[in-house]
């Protein structure tokens, strides 16, 4: 049995260019969540876009259940061209992107796929532990570190732009995403996390763990909270869904 929760902040944003959305049917649960880049209109577009298309997969049962991850890769590859081709009003491309974070569970399988920051979470036995990599240039530093590539030095003075995303929905080629070609499984106890950026830098993984309770509900009132009773004078759009295995 599943029992999740979804709740978004708009932090001290003047527009929300986060989306997410749930579906279940039968054995099978997907969750999809995304933070738009581009501005207003382009990354609340892009973002919406592609919540609307794994949604509407998910609706249309394009999700094989006897290959998962090559349902996920197609949806994402659909996702990545519509956003490519968003338009305004005057048929200019609007350059826009979101990062995407999807997880698939059919009955105790899970699958996820990701592409950008924003991240999946797994809390099983009292500890947190961060399931996708985060899709920015320190992705790509700390691969050359650990060749012997570039030294120290290097690392730390290009580590200044090291938050930049080099995948995301919405790029010329989506070459990189975190996928799992085998299933998790997962037992009843485990709860997952989905986040934009917004939570995480906001809440340590100390501090999500102390608002996880045994029910959902409870679990995501004590995340939001801790959010808005942040003092941070930037906070960006924050939201989650929060997942249970019964």
Same mark, same amino acid.
């Given at each position: 049995?599943?029992?999740?929760e979804? %709740?978004?902040?708009?932090?001290t944003?003047? !527009?929300q260019?986060?989306?997410?959305g ?11 969540? $995304?933070?738009?880049?581009?501005g ?11 919540? @609307?298309?794994?949604l ?6 394009? /999700? ?8 996920l890769?197609? $949806?994402?590859?659909?996702?990545n061209?519509l956003?490519r081709?968003?338009r ?5 491309r ?5 990062? +995407?974070v999807s997880v698939?569970i ?6 996820w796929?990701?592409?950008g920051?924003?991240r999946l ?5 009292? @500890?947190?532990t961060?399931i996708? @990599?985060?899709?920015n ?6 691969? +050359?570190?650990?060749e012997?590539r570039?030294?120290?030095e290097k690392? %730390?003075? @290009?580590?200044?732009?090291g938050?930049a995303?080099?995948?995301f ?9 975190? /996928?799992?070609?085998e299933?998790?499984?997962l037992?009843p ?12 830098? &906001?809440? !340590?993984n100390?501090? /999500?763990l %102390? $608002? ?8 995501? !009132?004590? +995340? ?9 004078t930037?906070?960006?759009n924050?939201?989650? &869904? ?5």
């Amino acid at each position: 049995m599943i029992e999740y929760e979804l %709740r978004t902040d708009i932090g001290t944003r003047e !527009d929300q260019q986060d989306c997410a959305g749930t579906h279940q049917a039968d054995d099978l649960f997907l969750a999809v969540l $995304c933070d738009g880049m581009g501005g207003h209109k382009g990354g609340a577009l892009a973002s919406f876009t592609v919540v @609307k298309e794994f949604l509407s997969s998910a609706e249309a049962g394009s /999700i094989d259940k006897l290959n998962v991850p090559e349902s996920l890769i197609a $949806c994402a590859e659909r996702a990545n061209r519509l956003v490519r081709e968003l338009r305004d009003e005057q048929g200019e491309r609007l350059n826009a992107g979101t990062t +995407l974070v999807s997880v698939v569970i059919d009955e105790n399988k899970l699958y996820w796929l990701s592409a950008g920051d924003s991240r999946l979470y797994i809390v099983r036995g009292g @500890k947190i532990t961060q399931i996708t @990599k985060d899709h920015n240039y320190f992705y790509v530093l700390d691969r +050359l570190l650990s060749e012997g590539r570039i030294s120290a030095e290097k690392y %730390r003075q @290009k580590s200044r732009g090291g938050h930049a995303l080099i995948s995301f929905i919405g790029i010329p080629r989506l070459d990189i995403v975190d /996928i799992n070609l085998e299933p998790f499984i997962l037992y009843p106890g485990d709860v997952l996390l989905l986040a934009s950026d917004g939570l995480f830098k &906001i809440m !340590d993984n100390e501090d /999500i763990l %102390r $608002c996880i309770e045994a029910r959902m509900d409870k679990s995501a !009132d004590e +995340l939001i909270d801790f959010i808005r009773r942040s003092e941070n004078t930037s906070k960006d759009n924050s939201t989650f &869904i929060i997942v249970g295995m019964r």
